[in-house]
Structure formats: structure tokens, C-alpha cells
């Protein structure tokens, strides 16, 4: 891997060793520049760019996790297309993981540039179930790690191994792991050109202006505030829905159905929402495209609306997507994974409404045409009036 600073003009190719932010557009590190890019670079204004290029006989991070993912896949295990040097694997049936603890050693030794994780030895697993992944840490691995792991795979020797016992086990069970029943209608499988968007549900707060009780337990159109959100979320697009709780915990999280969605407490709740902000992005894995925020005190926000602000969302040009009614913003509010360690710096009860307008040129909008993404219960008003309607 070759690494340096580059004229803008000649970087057309390498990949990109840094976000990169100009007026509407933001490039994310790892981005292979077109072109197009450089042409949209030179005319920001920007001069050099640091960047990577392969090295003859190396592989970039997608071609070689998928390689080395599709050594590990059989019968009954499928490798999903890769995305950041990460490819992962699920069960295409229900059973129980075998796992040949030896061979993921000695896989795990050859090079520190490439990892592979899997759940525990003899894990229940269902259908569609994430059980192990391969990750590569540098932009590109050379191809002769990648002719070690076939021939190891091949039961064939290599010479120089030393045991690097961290693989199996390593797979930590994450928020995209969800357990389903059986009959239960399994996720679409992930396209390759299908970004993974997380919904992160923030259902911690105090209902401090709801007179002493808790907003999200209220009950609308026969079900808590809170579970109509978060319905609301596994009938989207998004690939996966963590819920952040805190106030009254065990009540909020009794409502859900913990088989579809994965739960993460907010000690500090109290302390604001950038604290169930931060708690959420924390707990989610580290290959996702971008989050959607979504409020658990908006019952009105349907599936379908969401499924509008993520159809909006490009990889290849990650903005920040915003819901609007009659030119009003709402919620909830989509962030490229290249703004979450911006969210994570928010402090306080405000929400991320100052990096919205930090970032206002890295914002589009998705015009929806109910008030749905305004209404949010903060009051008993607030309340009377959702029940009105």
C-alpha cells in the first residue's frame, strides 16, 4: 500500500485516506476518486488530497473479504456482499454453528491485516442469522495472504504460523443479529448496491413536561407511543433497529418484542438526549452506511415515510437527509456514518439540530406530506390533541 499526498489534478484513482467535505457534497474516506470527483475537487477549490494506491500483487479490502469470505461459505452458510473491507456471513438455515477452532487460529495467524470472527462453537442459529465475519483492517492485502488462507482452507500446510486465539467466539451477537421465529418473513438479502441503514430509536427520556408520567407508556390507537415507533422502524427498509432506554426501563422495554429489535440502557439517561445519542451510536456496528434518529414520542411517523428518507440516502454521495412538511424540518433525520463521530460530540438536550445547520449545505430534503414528522408528545396537550385525531 502506497500512501502520500497528491495535486488534486492527478488524483483521479486512489483512494481516499480522509473525509472530505466541500459546499453540498462530502467524499468518505476509503472512496475510490473518479474523475468526476477530481473535477469537483479542483473547482472547490482544493489543492492536494491524501490518498492510498495498491501496491502491484495487492488487493483492495472489498475484493479480498469477499475472497476470503467465500472460502469460508458452504451448504448452509452465505457471504452477503462486502462494504469497508468487511464481508459478512449468515445461515441459510436454522442448526447449530460447527466451528474447526484450529483452522480459525491458524487463518487468524497469517497476517494481522485480516481477521475472521465467529459466534461461539455449537451457537443456536436461525435463518438469516449473522454468524461470522471477515474483516480487513488496511485498505489492501497483498495476494500472497490471500493464497495463505486458501491453502490452510485447502488443508493444504503454511509455514511460519503462530496461534493468534481470537477468533472463534470473537463475533460479538450485535444489533444486526436479530432472532426470528420460525414463519417468520426473513429480511430481503442485502443487495450489492443496498446501503445498510440502521434505525436507532431513542426511547430513554424523563417526559419531564408530561406531569409525572411517561409519554412513551401512553397508549394510542391501542398500543404505547413507544411501539408504534418502533413498529414503525421494523417495517422499513432499515436493516436493523436498536432502542435506547432508560427512564422506567423495564416498562418501556417489556412493550417491545425483544426477538426483533436489540435493547441498550442509557445510564445517564437524565443528563439529555445527546446521551442516548451517544449510547446508540456506540452499540451498533461498525459496517453500517448511516443511522436514522428516529424519536419514540412520534407515533404518526409511518414505515412508509421512512422508507422515503432512507430510498434518498447515497453512499456514493453521503448527505444528510431531512424530512419536510410545507418547508418545515422534522424528524427523524438520516446521518451518514461520516457524521457520527460529530453526534457523538453533541452535549446536553438539544439534538443534533446544531450540526444540522453546521452541515446546512450537506442537507437534503425529503418533502412528505403529513405533519407526522413534526408531531411529536411532549405535553399533556401535546397527548390530548394525537388522541384527537
Not at 490471500?146 to 481470537?166: E, F, K, Q, S
Not at 412520534?298 to 453521503?318: K, T
Given at each position: 500500500m502506497i500512501f502520500g499526498e497528491l495535486p488534486t489534478n492527478q488524483a483521479e484513482d486512489p483512494i481516499l485516506a480522509h473525509t472530505l467535505k466541500v459546499p453540498g457534497r462530502t467524499w468518505c474516506k476509503g472512496r475510490v476518486l473518479t474523475g468526476d470527483d477530481v473535477v469537483a475537487l479542483v473547482a472547490a477549490g482544493i489543492e492536494r488530497v491524501a490518498g492510498a494506491r495498491l501496491a502491484a500483487g495487492e488487493l483492495s479490502e472489498d475484493v479480498a473479504a469477499a475472497e476470503i469470505a467465500s472460502l469460508n461459505a458452504g451448504e448452509h452458510l452465505v457471504a452477503r456482499p462486502p462494504h469497508n473491507g468487511r464481508c459478512n456471513l449468515y445461515a441459510s438455515a436454522p442448526g447449530l454453528l460447527q466451528v474447526d477452532r484450529e483452522c480459525v487460529d491458524r487463518l487468524n495467524a497469517i497476517d494481522e491485516a485480516v481477521t475472521l470472527g465467529t459466534l461461539h462453537p455449537c451457537a443456536p442459529v436461525l435463518k438469516d442469522r449473522r454468524v461470522a465475519t471477515v474483516k480487513i483492517i488496511p485498505f489492501g492485502v497483498p495476494?500472497?495472504?490471500?493464497?495463505?488462507?486458501?491453502?490452510?482452507?485447502?488443508?493444504?500446510?503454511?509455514?511460519?504460523?503462530?496461534?493468534?486465539?481470537?477468533?472463534?467466539?470473537?463475533?460479538?451477537?450485535?444489533?444486526?443479529?436479530?432472532?426470528?421465529?420460525?414463519?417468520?418473513?426473513?429480511?430481503?438479502?442485502?443487495?450489492?448496491?443496498?446501503?445498510?441503514?440502521?434505525?436507532?430509536?431513542?426511547?430513554?427520556?424523563?417526559?419531564?413536561?408530561?406531569?409525572?408520567?411517561n409519554k412513551l407508556l401512553r397508549v394510542f390507537d391501542g398500543l404505547p407511543l413507544v411501539q408504534h415507533a418502533v413498529d414503525a422502524a421494523l417495517a422499513s427498509r432499515c436493516t436493523q433497529v436498536l432502542v435506547v432506554t432508560g427512564c422506567e426501563a423495564e416498562s418501556v422495554e417489556s412493550t417491545l418484542d425483544r426477538d426483533r429489535v436489540s435493547i441498550v440502557r442509557n445510564p445517564e439517561y437524565a443528563s439529555g438526549m445527546s446521551t442516548s445519542l451517544r449510547?446508540?451510536?456506540?452499540?451498533?456496528?461498525?459496517?453500517?452506511?448511516?443511522?436514522?434518529?428516529?424519536?419514540?414520542?412520534?407515533?404518526?411517523?409511518?414505515?412508509?415515510?421512512?422508507?422515503?428518507?432512507?430510498?434518498?440516502?447515497?453512499?456514493?454521495?453521503?448527505?444528510?437527509?431531512?424530512?419536510?412538511?410545507?418547508?418545515?424540518?422534522?424528524?427523524?433525520?438520516?446521518?451518514?456514518?461520516?457524521?457520527f463521530a460529530e453526534l457523538r460530540g453533541i452535549v446536553g438536550d438539544t439534538g443534533a439540530r446544531g450540526l444540522l445547520e453546521t452541515h446546512a449545505a450537506d442537507v437534503i430534503s425529503v418533502p412528505i406530506e403529513s405533519d407526522a414528522i413534526l408531531a411529536d408528545v411532549d405535553t399533556p396537550a401535546d397527548l390530548a390533541d394525537l388522541l384527537s385525531k
Open positions: 495476494a500472497d495472504v490471500i493464497d495463505a488462507w486458501r491453502r490452510i482452507a485447502a488443508g493444504l500446510p503454511v509455514d511460519g504460523a503462530a496461534l493468534m486465539g481470537m477468533g472463534v467466539g470473537g463475533l460479538l451477537h450485535g444489533a444486526d443479529d436479530p432472532i426470528k421465529e420460525e414463519g417468520e418473513t426473513p429480511p430481503a438479502p442485502a443487495a450489492g448496491s443496498a446501503p445498510r441503514v440502521a434505525a436507532l430509536v431513542l426511547a430513554a427520556g424523563t417526559s419531564s413536561r408530561m406531569g409525572g408520567q449510547c446508540g451510536l456506540a452499540a451498533l456496528p461498525t459496517d453500517l452506511a448511516a443511522v436514522l434518529v428516529v424519536l419514540a414520542d412520534m407515533p404518526r411517523v409511518s414505515a412508509a415515510y421512512i422508507d422515503r428518507i432512507v430510498g434518498a440516502f447515497d453512499p456514493d454521495q453521503p448527505t444528510i437527509v431531512v424530512p419536510t412538511f410545507q418547508g418545515r424540518r422534522g424528524n427523524p433525520v438520516l446521518w451518514p456514518r461520516c457524521y
